[in-house]
């Protein structure tokens, strides 16, 4: 019995340095990332009776090498009960399942903490999303957004607070899905939030998913004014959707290009080709072999490209691995679906392993 846990212990051990062997740090400067909305579990939105293949906890998604970033979407309202957002996770975290902090409309989702290391153990950056579809992101006055900076550093980054919606998880930054309303204030409170982040331990980040119309009308003046790390531009439900990627007058990349090497404060921000992972995320969608060449052709031609940007994991899932296939688009790596099959296998080995122990 002695020598079979020894074997099982060798064994699980050897796996566990094959799963981690080659992490690297996750690099906002590379060409070929990809980033991956989690939360709002789009695919069950329009599936509600197809509950297997809805949205699961973060970490599910991060056994793989395939995802780079997890915006976590959303945080929808700035102001809530108790002068604190509010956070909707749809049905992984919600007044269902879980309690909101005391005179507040809060979520406590803190039992998320230790999913959100292990994605970023992993490698993978995760960032709370503000905004959405519904989103309620306003400021009255740049004194306000300015103050707004710290709770949101206090709540989801380095800071400290009592009412953290992910417990002791610190988030690695913020991205702005700003789809209605108001700018006022927003580059008070991104340039406030930006020195706390350059004060912090570690490094974090800002992004922004603006629709694909030059100039976005509900945050382009914003991005002129502060350095964003990376933009998710939203080809789709647009004019300018991947469909019309032929006709140049639709699509329009160069545009967001030319931004990013000639206005942007950030000479090194990044532009992603943001894309709905199935048909019934949005409208645009085009299937895994026209995404490639798009990818492939627009990581040639422009050099301000960083990579691609999908809604949301869930549909990605359901659609036969979506995010596989974009994710070997960008590498140019044929084998990439045998090898994350392999590391499946290597994980499930892993974990029965580990159970007979």
Wanted: net charge negative.
């Amino acid at each position: 019995m002695l020598v079979a846990d020894f074997s099982c212990l060798i064994l699980s051990s050897l796996l566990l340095g094959i799963m981690t062997h080659g992490i690297a740090a996750f690099n906002m400067l590379s060409n070929d990332n990809l980033a991956v909305y989690w939360g709002q579990n789009s695919y069950g939105a329009t599936h509600p009776d197809k509950t297997a293949h809805w949205q699961k906890t973060l970490s599910y998604y991060c056994m793989d090498s395939v995802v780079d970033t997890f915006p976590i979407a959303f945080l929808v309202d700035s102001y809530a009960e108790g002068n604190l957002p509010s956070i909707d996770l749809a049905n992984i975290c919600n007044s269902g399942n879980a309690n909101y902090f005391p005179g507040t409309e809060l979520l406590n989702c803190s039992f998320l903490a230790s999913d959100i290391e292990t994605c970023q153990s992993a490698g993978k950056a995760v960032t709370i999303s503000l905004g959405g579809g519904t989103g309620n992101i306003q400021f009255q006055s740049d004194s306000q957004a300015t103050a707004y900076a710290q709770t949101i550093w206090n709540l989801f980054l380095g800071g400290k607070s009592k009412t953290r919606p992910f417990g002791s998880a610190i988030l690695d930054g913020i991205d702005m899905d700003i789809e209605g309303g108001s700018q006022a204030g927003y580059v008070s409170f991104l340039t406030a939030l930006r020195k706390h982040m350059n004060r912090g331990k570690k490094k974090y980040y800002i992004t922004a998913a603006p629709q694909c119309p030059f100039p976005d009308e509900y945050i382009g003046d914003t991005l002129d004014s502060v350095g964003f790390d990376a933009v998710y531009v939203q080809f789709y439900n647009n004019y300018c959707d991947l469909k019309h990627y032929n006709n140049r007058n639709d699509w329009n990349f160069a545009a967001w290009d030319d931004w990013a090497n000639n206005v942007s404060p950030n000479p090194d921000v990044k532009v992603y080709i943001g894309a709905p992972a199935s048909s019934t995320a949005g409208s645009g969608y085009v299937n895994s072999k026209k995404i490639t060449s798009i990818i492939q052709q627009t990581q040639s031609n422009y050099s301000s490209f960083g990579g691609v940007m999908l809604w949301d994991i869930s549909d990605a899932y359901a659609n036969h691995r979506y995010d596989i296939a974009v994710k070997q688009a960008l590498t140019s790596d044929e084998d990439l679906l045998n090898k994350q099959i392999r590391d499946q296998h290597l994980s499930e080995t892993r974990n029965i392993t580990q159970e007979e122990d």
